[in-house]
């Protein structure tokens, strides 16, 4: 597969604090990649380098084959900035009418592609009386105009709804199917897990994890926990079968890790006649999340 | 190239339109235009010239202060708005050049302000001639009149933009303009004048002050249109001591202004890190 973003090496420091340090990566045509990190990791400066907005200080960046923000690169790349905002004299429709144009495209489209987002009932109104999930949806309208190689986006999902996520989502599901290379980031978790094909982790500046869900579940090993409810009187029993488990509240809460899962279910199964219920949690995105960006000193 | 700057123009326009800009610069020059020429009418008889070219003399003077004010007051948000809206990052990802940018907003601001200048000169001029059967033959003055104050305004339109993108923020902006336009269009006359008293006909009258009008884009248009309508005898102050300025470097001045203002604009807002 051919890479349409590649990264190596990048760095870029603000004032002489570091906010990008070393940052390698990549994004292949048809891959939706996640970006995630903590407020100020440097999101949001790295999207800004790759729209070449602002200049990197040291490292190399290739665009659909181009430096960033050359001219080439931006008739390529399309992208949604946190929080979109436009002039809120203009009605929506007035709006990606300017952006078409811009583009070299046919200004007939932008109805259908308001429409495409759910606005075609509020095109003609001004941007002023849009909502915020509205005003995001104007931005995501943009970014399909003239089928664009690479789709940067900055948070595309904060402000929506749980059916407009849906919907975006499965928007960009069929632009990486046409092709399209798309990265994205977003604290949402939960979404990203189950739409997107990799995460890259980003802590203090630095690429800490790149991987699938999977890898990084594996990577990271974080312990498995159990809950164990008890049948009335056999607590005691139980605690002294399994040495490592607490008691909180009405159960008792044990943890193991990845290797040991399945031995210590046997262990528990054997208790079968004490124990009326057991609960396995693996460990959460979020677990997985805060292990890498906490590493390395955060 | 053209379709993106007309593309920035449309859009331009309809802010405009929709922000009442249109409309504030056109009651601006017609309310102000039709009470200089009621009041101007008055000494015209004595002075053995036709309505109309008075009251091309005196619109003149009005431009000077008005049509600057006007188009700074239209293009001191025209950066620093985008950058306060968080509306510049997205433009500047889309495949157009800054100056393409800045020369719609350009393209549209001066066609609103050509709107006004038509509609308050010609608000004038029709009293003049309806007043004057001779005023006829003020329509070469008045047509000289109209097109050096779109070049005027042009020329404060692309400075308010430079302007724009050095402060960042609309409020800064704005104290930069109104600082401005003070400077160059009331202090700079009255420390002119000031100089040229002290001086008493020394070097600095005879050389420094003829380079320091044609460097005023200002003064450069009023010194021209006084000058090309031998109107100059009539004028008082600066004007009538710069008699000795030939035509031709006052109207070098008035067509080089906004090319340089769109430059030094351009130079600025490039330097602009959204």
């Not at chain 2, 080089?256 to 490039?270: E, I």
Request: aromatic share 6%; with cysteine.
């Amino acid at each position: 597969m051919t890479s349409t973003l590649t990264i190596s090496h990048l760095t870029k420091s603000f004032g002489g604090v570091k906010a990008l340090s070393d940052v390698s990566l990549h994004v292949a045509a048809g891959e939706r990649v996640a970006l995630l990190g903590h407020n100020g990791a440097g999101k949001s400066t790295l999207m800004k380098v790759i729209l070449g907005l602002i200049a990197a200080d040291s490292g190399e960046i290739s665009v659909c084959g181009a430096a960033p923000g050359g001219a080439a690169a931006r008739a390529k790349v399309a992208y949604l900035p946190e929080n979109a905002t436009f002039h809120s004299a203009l009605t929506g429709l007035e709006q990606i009418t300017y952006y078409l144009r811009l583009r070299g495209e046919n200004t007939s489209e932008a109805m259908a592609l308001l429409e495409k987002v759910g606005l075609g009932h509020a095109a003609k109104r001004r941007i002023g009386t849009y909502s915020k999930g509205m005003r995001q949806r104007v931005g995501l309208a943009q970014t399909l105009i003239g089928h664009p190689d690479l789709l940067v986006l900055d948070e595309p999902t904060s402000g929506l709804d749980p059916v407009s996520r849906r919907d975006f989502y499965a928007l960009l599901d069929r632009l990486a199917a046409e092709g399209a290379a798309i990265l994205l980031s977003s604290h949402a978790l939960t979404e990203v897990e189950a739409r997107t094909d990799r995460l890259l982790i980003l802590s203090g500046g630095q690429m800490v994890a790149t991987g699938s869900l999977p890898d990084l579940r594996r990577e990271a090993a974080l312990p498995v926990a159990m809950h164990v409810t008890a049948r009335k009187g056999y607590d005691a029993d139980i605690l002294a079968a399994l040495p490592n488990a607490i008691r909180v509240g009405g159960a008792l809460h044990l943890t193991c890790s990845q290797e040991d899962k399945l031995g210590t279910l046997a262990q528990i199964s054997g208790l079968k006649n004490k124990v009326t219920d057991i609960d396995v949690i693996p460990p959460s995105l979020e677990d997985i999340y805060s292990h890498f960006s906490r590493r390395d000193g955060q | 190239m053209i379709a993106r700057i007309v593309a920035t123009a449309i859009t331009e326009a309809h802010i405009a339109r929709r922000n009442l800009w249109v409309l504030i610069a056109v009651v601006l020059m017609v309310v102000f235009s039709l009470v200089l020429s009621a009041v101007g009418s008055a000494p015209s008889g004595g002075l053995g010239a036709d309505r109309l070219s008075i009251t091309v003399a005196s619109l003149t003077s009005l431009s000077v202060y008005l049509v600057p004010l006007v188009a700074l007051l239209m293009s001191f948000d025209a950066v620093a708005g985008e950058v306060e809206r968080g509306t510049l990052p997205l433009l500047l990802t889309y495949p157009v050049a800054r100056w393409e940018i800045l020369a719609g907003k350009l393209v549209a601001h001066t066609g609103i302000l050509v709107v006004a200048l038509v509609a308050g000169y010609g608000a004038a001029a029709l009293i003049a001639v309806v007043g004057d059967p001779a005023a006829a033959a003020g329509v070469g003055a008045l047509w000289r009149l109209t097109w050096t104050s779109a070049l005027l305004g042009a020329t404060f339109l692309g400075i308010g933009y430079a302007l724009s993108s050095l402060a960042r923020r609309a409020s800064g902006a704005a104290g930069l303009a109104i600082g401005l336009w003070l400077g160059l269009v009331v202090l700079y006359d009255l420390a002119l004048l000031a100089a040229v008293v002290a001086d008493d006909g020394g070097i600095f009258t005879t050389q420094f002050f003829p380079a320091a009008l044609l460097a005023n884009p200002a003064d450069a248009f009023r010194l021209f249109n006084l000058t090309a309508s031998q109107a100059t005898a009539a004028a008082t102050g600066i004007g009538a001591a710069a008699a000795s300025i030939a035509l031709w470097q006052s109207l070098v001045s008035v067509l080089c202004w906004p090319l340089v203002a769109l430059g030094l604009a351009t130079l600025a807002f490039r330097k602009v890190q959204p």
